[in-house]
């Protein structure tokens, strides 16, 4: 008889990748959240209007979308470790630059081209490629906790960055950031794999402990082949055209445009980014929530859910803006939950019409309609403010846009994979 008890299997190594990953993605959206804590500081120092800092703010999340194809095809050829140390001293420098800005061209590049393309190598494909990578069984509740990792970022730095930024300037909350990102970039740099094969072992679930096929397509031209074959199918285009409102009604309006309309409310900038914060805590159960869904029930109709939702939530945040607290409370948990719940199921049906391998690059492209939709909403809500005096027509346009994504989901047919070439 063994008397000896079995012993406990040690932790799959997908698992501190996945950690690292969180973090990465965490840090990178909190230093993209931070030009809304900026606006009325910029304003009051440098006199730029509200729709210049605006355009800033939408050339950088223009570039973070259009980074997106091309940094799955970046993933693929040089790894994961190597693309997101460079992307996170990239990043780094803009930062560190930051405090000693005087003209809106030097913004422009160091948040409108600098920042935008570093963080766009870190989004929502690096969290795809290392689900899709490290793990065969529970890969939505990954990509769900991935995607979390984004409001997981607003959560802890906006109120952090705004009482810095209240306190001591917001040189000093920047210069804060800029430690963050270091530390980050060297805990990628100690525990990032790229691939379970370097340590050993298959992804979690799997037995395959075979390395991938490497990447011999041109990082360039694959993902423009990838996109070729992929803008042939009705289906990319619905998933593209709900995640353009997507993108419209999330980072690009709420995102950068919230903790200014508080302020034209009267609401203090601390409080505006606790707003923000809570949105995040809600986000990240609502996200993780939608990743668990997306394994058990359709994600056409869970879109058509989530979309119609948050629709609902926007036309409300006039009313709660001007109402009491407990009306914007309200709004806060509510849009929360259904943040970014829209990606879990954009993935998985972006998986089943064009295959694992391919999704990382499509996947990419679909992003980039959400940052256009995003870097529009971020510009179109700027200039509306300045010439209306109120976010109010900005919200509206965004509710309503959402009840038309609601209905173009359920649209969306289930799909064979898509055959075609990526280049290799």
């Not at 194809?69 to 803009?94: H, N, T």
């Not at 036309?315 to 929360?336: D, E, K, M, R, T």
């Amino acid at each position: 008889m063994n008397l000896n008890p079995p012993q406990a299997k040690p932790l799959h190594y997908g698992w501190f990748v996945l950690a690292v990953t969180f973090v990465t993605l965490l840090v990178s959206a909190g230093v993209r959240s931070m030009p809304s804590l900026f606006m009325l500081p910029f304003q009051n120092e440098f006199g730029w209007s509200r729709g210049s800092i605006s355009g800033v703010v939408s050339i950088g999340i223009l570039l973070y979308g259009l980074a997106g194809p091309f940094s799955a095809a970046l993933l693929l050829r040089f790894g994961i470790k190597r693309v997101v140390v460079l992307s996170l001293a990239a990043l780094a420098a803009s930062l560190a630059l930051t405090p000693f800005i005087t003209r809106l061209w030097q913004f422009e590049l160091l948040w409108g081209v600098l920042s935008g393309l570093s963080t766009g190598m870190m989004a929502n494909v690096l969290g795809v490629t290392v689900a899709s990578r490290w793990f065969v069984k529970r890969r939505g509740l990954v990509v769900g906790m991935l995607t979390a990792s984004a409001a997981t970022g607003q959560l802890l730095f906006l109120p952090l960055l705004a009482k810095i930024t209240v306190g001591s300037g917001w040189r000093t909350a920047v210069l804060a950031a800029v430690a963050a990102v270091i530390a980050v970039l060297l805990l990628v740099a100690l525990f990032m794999k790229d691939h379970p094969h370097q340590a050993g072992l298959a992804p979690y679930g799997s037995d395959d402990t075979s390395p991938p096929e490497p990447f011999r397509g041109n990082v360039f031209l694959g993902p423009l082949q990838a996109l070729r074959d992929a803008a042939r199918t009705p289906v990319f285009w619905l998933l593209s055209g709900t995640f353009f409102f997507c993108g419209f009604s999330t980072n690009g309006l709420i995102g950068t445009h919230l903790i200014p309309a508080c302020g034209d409310a009267g609401i203090a900038a601390v409080t505006a980014a606790g707003l923000l914060a809570l949105m995040g805590m809600f986000d990240l159960v609502g996200t993780t929530l939608s990743g668990w869904l997306s394994d058990r029930f359709d994600s056409r109709r869970l879109l058509f859910w989530y979309y119609g939702l948050r629709g609902l939530s926007l036309l409300f945040l006039p009313y709660a803006l001007h109402a009491s607290p407990v009306n914007l409370l309200i709004f806060s948990v509510f849009y929360g939950l259904d943040w970014i719940a829209t990606v879990p199921p954009t993935v998985k049906l972006a998986a089943e019409a064009f295959g694992k391998e391919r999704s990382g690059m499509i996947f990419g492209w679909i992003v980039v309609f959400h940052q256009i939709g995003a870097s529009t909403a971020a510009y179109g809500a700027g200039l509306i403010r300045d010439f209306m005096g109120s976010y109010t027509v900005a919200f509206a346009m965004a509710g309503f846009a959402c009840l038309f994504a609601a209905l173009m989901a359920v649209r969306i047919r289930a799909a064979g994979t898509v055959s075609g070439s990526l280049g290799a």
